[in-house]
């Protein structure tokens, strides 16, 4: 069976740090499990809640925009056409320090499930 998704017609999540996520193909729009996409756009000055997964890999490819990227221990400088790949159980945030949103397209293996991160505070 083909699932189309169009994203501009997908749901828009806003998330505490400010960016809005729209989940594409994933286990809420449909009964996938073993992968899953979505797109978080994440406005200037904003950083992605540090926080890990227990049970999933995740990749993030920067569209546009540019910013910090810290996997780990590991801090880099992160622009558009960049994909970063995060381990399973490695605490992750991405700092946007640019002047323009950072629009990134979120894969994750398996599917994304809300019960499997662990977030951090930020202070």
């Not at 449909?30 to 979505?38: E, G, K, N, V």
């Not at 950083?47 to 995740?58: G, S």
């Not at 622009?79 to 605490?91: K, M, S, V, W």
């Amino acid at each position: 069976m083909m699932i189309v998704v169009n994203r501009d017609r997908a749901a828009i999540i806003n998330t505490p740090h400010g960016s809005e996520i729209r989940p594409l193909i994933d286990r809420t729009t449909s009964t996938i499990t073993r992968c899953s996409l979505a797109e978080e756009v994440l406005p200037p000055g904003c950083a992605v809640t540090p926080h890990h997964h227990r049970e999933t890999e995740e990749i993030y490819y920067v569209v546009s925009g540019r910013g910090t990227m810290t996997v780990g221990s590991d801090i880099r400088a992160v622009q558009q056409g960049d994909a970063i790949y995060i381990p399973i159980g490695q605490t992750h945030t991405l700092n946007n320090t640019g002047v323009e949103p950072i629009r990134l397209i979120l894969v994750c293996g398996p599917a994304f499930s809300y019960e499997d991160q662990i977030f951090y505070d930020k202070s």
